[in-house]
């Protein structure tokens, strides 16, 4: 990890943030039912009785008797209080009336294939798959992998863990057989929940052999709970696997909820990194779902009553975890889960979802938008996006182009979007504008949410100025923080709490403008040494993208004998733009000189390469440390098994080669 902050001379960003336009709330935006024109300053006043007030909207079955001790880095939220997370995300709406509220609206990569399902009836299914565990053996702090495609069951797995207190970890279903045992093992599971198989790109795609692979390096896990869901033929081992249908749906529909400290532990989430082993990242109970309901809430302006959410992520990243299992439904909210990509059965899948479900609230992440963008405009176009109010952003910084071609093509220019700042370790958003109260502007992210306290520092821990460029921190503990890392507690020291003493390094760039708001400049190791100049690819991104045939960027730092490292680009061109031949040649020197105005002649990609894709995980995140090895070896040489599409190595290789 580089020792330096980004660069504070940076141009080509400073330029951009005084030309940006800014957008205020619109005048018909209602303010949201929570919020007070001084809510920031109620928060930052007594952040600990604010955090309080919001954990009020949730039920306890004891009341805590401090809301906050902290021993740095160890921080403990609602100390003495109790409470049951599956019991506030489902039975209490139940209670109260509103069992045939639809929790989620589940819509099946094959055309067709829907399911809605009340709270009514996810209460049924969750105290079933809670009985079903228990005679499976779990019990209180046993922990459960879960490991499965994006269908109901995967929901009401966590939700059946939860309500036994039994920490469960959800892992990608791209993750490789070796990556599973791996966090199997790690976190020492003794029960694996799967499927069959689950759907992508229209073709059953197998979990099960993945899960007996690795079960070969996990001899202490005694059960497999199996969904049937495509129907494939997968080997069985008597006595260990089970079918769920076999198990849950014979079980009764009614259990007791036990409530549970405010520390209990909820969830373990692997983190993956490029060589060194993945971090499992631990949340407990109370503080974070008082995090996640609250921003939840917020950001999205919340109106349990008529929105229809959807959080168009895998419940395998903690933005599912987060806004689309528990922040939703610990508010009462109605979401739409969907299984496959945005162009299964069509490149308008998206547009036919949002118009057949009433969408209400969209939030995805930047490379989702800019291979929406790539596509064109004319699939939004052709559909009813009216019901649309508010869109988001997660995952990486956003660049102006795809915010702006957000705004226009997919919210009409009338809906707000709150590009929001948050990781694993964070549990929830800690950074984004709130809707009805700040302004917005391209790309930017604004400010730190009520509650948070974040600044952003130069080498030596000094807050920087308005206008410069620092390391982002966050000086005081929150309620989602993570607990530590799974069994590795010297590691969560030295990882987030060691670079800047007494403060989380988040281990982001972040920049100031001149009013004072935030832009994330992405990973401190994403910013590059050129000839002794401190540049961010994001940077450099944000001016290729900016060039009208350019779809979508990614900048990486290849070693390079002269000037230490080297700029080297991977772009996609929109569609109708030719690039290949003389006019892929000429483009490539338009898109350089590009780089040369915005930024400088330093920033100057020593090599542009035009392909029709960009590797992605299933996630929709860019898979950079591929795309290193490719600029740096000529080859990619690690892991590609949460590729989404794995002829985009090809398709690398051609354009390299040529």
């Known amino acids: 990890m580089s020792d330096a902050a980004p660069d504070e001379g940076s141009e080509a960003l400073s330029a951009l943030l005084h030309e940006t336009r800014q957008f205020p709330p619109p005048e018909e935006f209602t303010r949201q039912a929570n919020a007070q024109p001084g809510i920031y300053e109620e928060a930052a006043a007594d952040s600990e009785a604010w955090w309080a007030t919001q954990a009020e909207q949730l039920t306890w079955d004891r009341h805590w008797d401090k809301v906050l001790e902290w021993d740095l880095p160890y921080a403990k939220w609602f100390v003495g209080g109790r409470l049951n997370a599956a019991y506030n995300c489902v039975d209490r709406h139940v209670e109260n009336g509103r069992g045939d509220k639809v929790a989620f609206h589940w819509v099946g990569e094959p055309e067709g294939e829907a399911r809605t399902i009340t709270y009514a009836d996810l209460q049924r299914m969750v105290c079933q798959a809670a009985n079903g565990l228990i005679e499976l053996g779990v019990e209180a702090g046993d922990r459960v992998a879960i490991y499965m495609p994006m269908i109901p069951e995967a929901a009401v797995a966590m939700l059946a863990c939860a309500r036994l207190g039994a920490p469960h970890s959800v892992i990608f279903g791209g993750f490789s057989s070796e990556a599973l045992s791996g966090r199997i093992l790690d976190a020492d599971c003794r029960v694996v929940i799967t499927a069959d198989g689950g759907y992508r790109r229209g073709v059953a795609s197998a979990l099960k052999p993945n899960v007996d692979q690795a079960l070969e390096q996990c001899p202490d896990v005694r059960a497999v709970l199996v969904v049937r869901r495509t129907g494939q033929d997968v080997s069985w081992t008597e006595g260990r696997d089970v079918w769920w249908h076999e198990l849950v749906d014979r079980q009764p529909d009614q259990h007791d909820p036990v409530s549970f400290d405010a520390e209990q532990p909820l969830y373990i989430m692997y983190t993956s990194g490029t060589t060194a082993k993945p971090k499992g990242i631990l949340h407990t109970t109370g503080g974070y779902l008082v995090h996640t309901s609250t921003t939840h809430r917020l950001v999205f302006d919340l109106k349990p009553e008529t929105d229809v959410f959807w959080t168009a992520a895998d419940i395998g990243w903690v933005t599912g975890h987060s806004y689309i299992v528990y922040g939703p439904l610990a508010n009462g909210a109605t979401s739409v889960m969907y299984e496959g990509t945005p162009d299964a059965g069509g490149r308008d899948r998206w547009w036919r979802i949002i118009d057949e479900y009433k969408v209400s609230v969209l939030y995805t992440a930047p490379t989702t938008i800019r291979t929406l963008m790539k596509w064109g405009e004319e699939y939004p176009d052709a559909h009813d996006l009216s019901s649309l109010r508010l869109l988001g952003s997660v995952g990486e910084p956003i660049n102006p182009e795809a915010w702006m071609w957000y705004r226009q093509y997919v919210g009409r220019n009338r809906c707000p979007i709150v590009d929001t700042w ?107 040494n050129i000839s002794g100049h401190r540049i961010s690819t ?34 996609t061109v929109k569609g109708h733009v030719v690039a290949v031949g003389e006019e892929g040649a000429a483009l490539v020197v338009e898109l350089r000189e590009q ?44 892991d590609t098994t949460t590729l989404e599409d794995f002829t985009v190595i090809a398709k690398l290789r051609e354009a390299e080669e040529g």
């Open 422 to 528: 948050w990781q694993t370790e964070t549990g929830a958003i800690l950074i984004s504008p709130l809707p009805g109260i700040t302004a917005t502007k391209p790309g930017a992210a604004m400010r730190a949410l009520p509650g948070i306290s974040a600044e952003v520092v130069d080498n030596d821990g000094t807050p920087v100025g308005n206008g410069e460029a620092g390391f982002l921190l966050l000086t005081k503990p929150w309620p989602g923080m993570l607990r530590g890392i799974w069994g590795d507690p010297e590691r969560y020291m030295e990882t987030y709490w060691s670079r800047f003493p007494g403060s989380y390094f988040a281990g982001d760039g972040a920049k100031k403008d001149e009013d004072g708001d935030l832009w994330l400049l992405g990973r401190v190791d994403d910013v590059m």
């Open 538 to 571: 994001t940077e450099i991104e944000h001016a290729l993208v900016g060039h009208p045939s350019v779809a979508e960027a990614a900048v990486v730092g290849a070693s390079d004998p002269t000037t230490g490292q080297a700029i080297v680009a991977f772009v």
């Open 595 to 638: 780089v040369a105005v915005t930024i400088g002649p330093i920033a100057k990609p020593r090599q542009i390469l035009l392909t029709p894709e960009l590797p992605k995980t299933r996630s929709g995140k860019i898979m950079r440390r591929l795309l290193r090895e490719l600029a740096t070896h000529g080859e990619i040489q690690g």
